[in-house]
């Protein structure tokens, strides 16, 4: 099946830093990436879409500046969390898919758990 | 976006039972698709299946079966003899339309031995 990888899988962090997270696709071209964020006991929810080449489309109210999303081979997105705060804590999931089209299966990475101090 | 609805917050039942997780969503499209994915304690999603609307027919592997029907706009999924690994969080999603992949907010399967 596809596999999707991220890394780190946990980081901490001091409130003000930057953190990067990277996720991959591992045996499979992604045409689309997914970027989520998850709360505990909570559902995901979808913070942009980056699309290979071409700038992230980012949900109502996920400011731009502060998740910085590059999706620069078919392989491998980044999320950037700029001056992270400690309501920035939260897991961090992506997803990839093969294709643009709706309904595509999007696979998933791990996950990683952001923790800032 | 249009809803999915997970009633289930959370359901426990004995290794052996069966136990169906129920997902309704609301739809103004005609084409959609429909997921389930598993979410064990380590976090990661785990793809079980993807429906589009136009198939209706009832899907069975291995223990899982899911039952979907438009009239109701339902898709619910159900474990034959649970075991403890089935034990998860559950999501069901639906993508159509204008919606991105939008999640329910899961059932916690807790499945003791």
């Known amino acids: 099946g596809a596999v999707v990888s991220q890394h780190p899988s946990r980081v901490i962090c001091k409130s003000g830093t930057s953190v990067k997270i990277e996720c991959r696709s591992l045996?499979?071209?992604?045409?689309?990436m997914f970027w989520y964020r998850q709360f505990p006991k909570k559902s995901l929810m979808l913070m942009a879409t980056s699309n290979e080449g071409s700038k992230a489309t980012y949900e109502q109210g996920v400011e731009k500046d502060k998740f910085l999303i590059n999706h620069a081979s078919l392989t491998l997105s980044t999320l950037t969390v700029t001056s992270a705060h400690p309501e920035d804590s939260s897991f961090y999931i992506c997803?990839?898919?093969?294709?643009?089209?709706?309904?595509?299966?999007?696979?998933f990475g791990p996950g990683t758990r952001l923790t800032v101090l | 976006a249009q809803k999915v609805t997970q009633a289930q917050t959370e359901i426990s039942v004995v290794e052996k039972e069966d136990v169906t997780l129920d997902c309704v969503y609301e739809t103004r499209d005609t084409t959609y698709y429909l997921f389930w994915y598993k979410q064990p304690p380590s976090g990661e999603l785990v793809f079980l299946i993807r429906?589009?609307?136009?198939?209706?027919q009832n899907e069975i592997s291995g223990r899982y079966s899911w039952n979907f029907q438009k009239s109701t706009s339902s898709f619910n999924f159900t474990i034959t003899a649970s075991q403890v690994v089935d034990s998860a969080v559950y999501f069901c999603?639906?993508?159509?339309?204008?919606?991105?992949?939008?999640f329910g907010k899961g059932t916690h399967l807790i499945i003791q031995p």
């Open positions: 999603a639906r993508e159509g339309g204008a919606d991105g992949l939008t």
């Open positions: 045996d499979f071209q992604a045409t689309t």
């Open positions: 429906r589009n609307s136009f198939d209706e």
């Open positions: 997803s990839a898919s093969g294709g643009q089209a709706i309904g595509d299966t999007q696979y």
